[in-house]
């Protein structure tokens, strides 16, 4: 019997696990894939946002400006990058200035420090990449970007070591509400526990609907990205955002990110699979088409890769973290789509005040709030470098020659606290993989590390869980 | 004592021949360094024959052609580190390298030959729409878990592009034991040689579907199949002509990309063609005393064509160490060597009378499929060379070749101009 269950190890269920893990209680985190960050919180825009887009007095609005306060602290504490880079909404026509002025205003309503309208001159002495057409900007300077993955991983991380547990492959198959607590049927048997929290992403509706009557409906919005080269990462210096209007709907966003590539995207289209990350050609071409409008000259053919995410759009827009009006002890963190990333660490804190009131939790003495990241040789000096060398020879064994990923970080990933176990956990931890040339070079090498590590077949090895296998027998076993 | 006279940076076919000319010109300390665990680069995986006709005579594999070098490199006593990846050159060439036994360390150099080679380009550069499930391989990676690692990708396979690896890919693949549905290729002509179509693809009765492009991946966490259509002249899908193939592996073999990088952190001038260097006749980059040679200076179809640049390269190379690094002329100052229409790229771009050897031979490749037609150089207003080709195909290197009698003759020489004519 668990005190209490989170549902779902992304970055929210992540951020409730780690805000939990300051209390004491039997915790566990179900997660129906191989690791902790694998569907809303791997494919996003990476972007904590300053706070203005979501309406005021909403849950959304609160979350987001809290977390945004919140994140330079918990990116020291747990050790992932956070840069305060600020945004730019870019205005392209002077008819569009009063829903400019609008967005100002509200973020002021919603907190938003250090807003700023600036004009166009003041637009190209910034970001001089940014079009010409450019009349007028909202400056955010409170924005900044981070890595998805590493915020993720780093909260899974610390609440591990804090004493929550996770199980992997464990899909939640159904729930009961017993006279007291929930009994979790899931793929990995019987779980019984006093609360649940409902981090389930794209899935919370359906998890949500297994215990209560009053039904919630989420839509997987749809959401291309391209990733090009580092060598365009210093195409832009902040968040570039357009401001939506009439002829081009919804504009997307050109960033840097925190690895010094450029990001363009995402489109949005409501779908109804949510395991739909496929990417299509008609996104891609409106990406390309309109990443030109707010920026010049962008390098498309760096180009290295392209993806899709999915954000759990509930259908009032509108984060619901409470309660179950009608299931006392099921906890709802549903609809948490953009700006969902901004808002994991209010997210986290609020859901953990509402289980230490309800479950009177008292203090963990033993709670640990820093971890330590995987360590990166090239923060280091020469001497330094050459010291770990010496006492580690795996740190000046290169494996990813694109992205200098060392034997050495990749081991750690694999070793330390909830560590991967595919390629894709690797990636996302070390960047192996993740370079120019997109894993072709040290696929082969990787998998031997992990085949060692893990004392794992070649053939058990996947991309990433399930039936992601690499390779499927040895030569001519047909033959 | 980590001074070199010659530093040469990868240990594959070019970097093998730019050693051995080098040292066989009378340099004492060259040292190759080689980020794999052996000496060979790329041929190592390539166990198909088809090597050595130009160079040797005689039909090789990969490695046996590797070997050759291999051995002479051991005769020499040439020195070499493997494991061993380089993490940056200095424009007074001063190389950091790193490995295990020896941790984070710098080597100073008089010359130093990039020879680094080429990459697969990746799915992503391609914008293949669809999921991005497990078992989508570049052919070169295939290749590797195949022919070194014993390992065999996938049971039902299908090619996207007919580059030479792919080509050689769907062959061994079906050697091994898969079932390789089809070869895809976007363009109108193959990528690939046309004796590779022939023995690779015919011979087994492969179907090799050209103007045609994968629009579609189906699959979540290993791919289940793909969607092909047919495309119109500008590449675009056309409605209608979509056609699906059930299939466990992609193999992507659409193109090689110069592996440029360190490059690029000297302040060498690039080409936007061949994203390689420019170079001159001696090979050598716009950066004083640093040369460059094979794959990573422009792409070859033959490994034969990458020795012999090679071979050159080291006697440049040498020739400058042993000179007491006397630069003869500065590269602004010769003679200037223009591509023209489909000609898409010359190596060399610059040429210096005096420095070049008897015979040098410039390499280019053209744009689309041209048949019957000239290759035409000019020097300066005047048509020196008109040579007929019954058909000169992208994927097929051509050359010319320019005599130092010749151009001596031309003391006043400012441009050699290379395009094809019609007549």
């Known amino acids: 019997m668990y005190d209490i269950i989170i549902i779902g190890a992304g970055v929210t269920g992540a951020a409730v696990a780690r805000e939990v893990s300051r209390y004491q209680a039997k915790t566990c985190v179900l997660e129906k894939e191989e690791d902790v960050c694998c569907g809303a919180s791997k494919a996003n825009s990476a972007i904590i946002h300053a706070g203005y887009d979501a309406a005021s007095g909403s849950m959304m609005a609160k979350m987001n400006v809290l977390g945004n306060q919140m994140m330079h602290q918990l990116s020291e504490e747990l050790d992932f990058p956070f840069v305060r880079c600020g945004s730019l909404l870019i205005c392209r026509r002077k008819e569009d200035m009063p829903a400019l002025l609008d967005i100002y205003e509200r973020g002021i309503r919603n907190g938003v420090g250090g807003l700023r309208i600036l004009e166009s001159r003041e637009i190209a002495e910034m970001e001089p990449n940014v079009t010409d057409d450019a009349v007028a900007a909202l400056y955010a300077p409170t924005a900044g970007i981070t890595c998805p993955y590493s915020l993720n991983i780093a909260l899974a991380e610390n609440a591990y070591t804090n004493g929550v547990e996770f199980k992997f492959n464990t899909e939640v198959l159904n729930i009961r509400k017993l006279n007291i607590g929930y009994e979790i049927e899931s793929s990995q048997g019987i779980f019984k526990t006093s609360y649940v929290v409902n981090a389930a992403g794209v899935y919370a509706d359906k998890v949500h609907n297994m215990v209560c009557e009053h039904k919630i409906h989420i839509t997987p919005r749809r959401g291309d990205y391209c990733l090009l080269d580092k060598s365009a990462g210093n195409h832009v210096g902040r968040i570039i955002f357009a401001l939506p209007n009439a002829e081009h709907g919804k504009g997307v966003l050109i960033t840097p990110t925190v690895h010094g590539n450029l990001l363009i995207g995402p489109t949005a289209v409501d779908i109804e699979n949510k395991e739909g990350v496929n990417t299509t050609s008609e996104g891609i071409d409106e990406l390309i088409n309109k990443a030109g409008l707010n920026v010049k000259n962008l390098p498309m053919r760096q180009v290295i890769t392209s993806f899709a995410g999915l954000r759990a759009r509930e259908d009032n827009h509108e984060f619901i973290i409470e309660e179950a009006i009608d299931a006392r002890g099921f906890i709802d963190c549903a609809g948490i789509e953009s700006p969902g990333l901004s808002s994991c660490p209010a997210i986290g804190e609020k859901v953990a005040d509402i289980l230490k009131v309800k479950l009177k939790l008292n203090e963990n003495p033993d709670f640990i709030r820093t971890r330590k990241k995987i360590l990166n040789p090239k923060m280091l000096s020469s001497e330094e470098r050459n010291q770990l060398i010496n006492r580690d020879p795996a740190y000046g064994n290169i494996i990813c020659r694109c992205e200098m990923i060392t034997e050495g970080e990749i081991v750690d990933a694999i070793r330390r606290p909830l560590g991967a176990k595919s390629l894709d956990g690797i990636k996302r931890r070390t960047r192996a993989g993740m370079g120019r040339c997109q894993g072709g070079f040290c696929t082969p090498r990787v998998m031997e590390i992990i085949a060692r590590e893990c004392k794992m077949s070649m053939f058990d090895i996947t991309k990433s869980g399930g039936s992601s296998k690499i390779v499927s027998g040895f030569n001519k076993d047909s033959v | ?423």
Do not use: W
């Open chain 2, 1 to 423: 004592m980590n001074n070199y006279d010659i530093v040469i940076i990868g240990g594959g076919p070019a970097g093998l021949a730019a050693a051995v000319s080098a040292k066989n010109r009378g340099i004492e300390r060259v040292l190759i360094l080689e980020r794999e665990r052996e000496l060979g680069g790329i041929l190592n995986q390539c166990i198909h024959n088809g090597f050595g006709l130009h160079t040797f005579k005689e039909e090789l594999t990969g490695p046996e052609y590797a070997q050759r070098f291999i051995n002479q490199v051991h005769e020499l006593k040439i020195e070499y580190k493997l494991s061993t990846m380089v993490m940056n050159i200095t424009r007074e060439k001063k190389v950091t390298v790193i490995n295990r036994e020896e941790g984070l360390f710098e080597i100073e150099a008089k010359a130093v030959i990039l020879a680094m080679g080429c990459r697969e380009r990746a799915r992503g550069a391609l914008n293949i729409p669809g999921y991005r499930p497990a078992g989508i391989f570049s052919a070169g990676t295939a290749q590797r878990l195949v022919n070194i690692e014993g390992y065999l990708p996938g049971r039902e396979v299908a090619i996207l592009g007919s580059g030479d690896i792919g080509l050689i890919m769907a062959r061994r693949m079906t050697l091994e034991g898969a079932s390789v549905k089809v070869v895809a290729e976007l363009m109108p002509y193959s990528g690939g040689l046309n004796r590779n179509i022939v023995q690779c693809l015919d011979d087994y009765d492969i179907p090799l579907k050209l103007s045609h492009t994968v629009i579609d991946i189906k699959g979540r966490e290993r791919i289940e199949g793909i969607i092909l259509a047919k495309v119109d002249n500008l590449g675009k899908p056309i409605r209608g002509t979509e056609e699906e193939y059930a299939c466990d592996t992609l193999l992507l073999s659409v193109g090689l990309i110069p592996e440029n990088e360190l490059s690029g952190g000297i302040g060498i001038d690039m080409n936007s063609i061949t994203l390689g260097p420019n170079v001159n006749e001696s090979f050598e980059t716009t950066v004083e005393g640093v040369f460059a040679c094979g794959n990573v200076l422009h792409v070859h179809d033959l490994v034969d064509f990458v020795s012999e640049e090679a071979m050159v390269t080291g006697r440049s190379a040498a020739d400058y160490v042993l000179s007491g690094l006397q630069k003869p002329t500065v590269f602004n100052n010769n003679i200037e060597v223009i591509a023209v229409g489909e000609v898409r790229y010359t190596i060399p771009v610059k040429l210096n009378a005096n420095r070049m050897e008897d015979i040098l031979t410039v390499r280019f490749r053209v744009g689309k499929v041209i048949k019957n037609q000239f290759i035409s150089v000019y020097f300066d207003e005047k048509r020196v060379i008109h040579q007929k080709r019954l058909i000169m195909v992208p994927s097929e290197m051509e050359n010319i070749k320019l005599s130092k009698s010749k151009l001596k003759e031309y003391p006043k020489l400012k441009h050699i101009i290379v395009k094809i004519e019609e007549e």
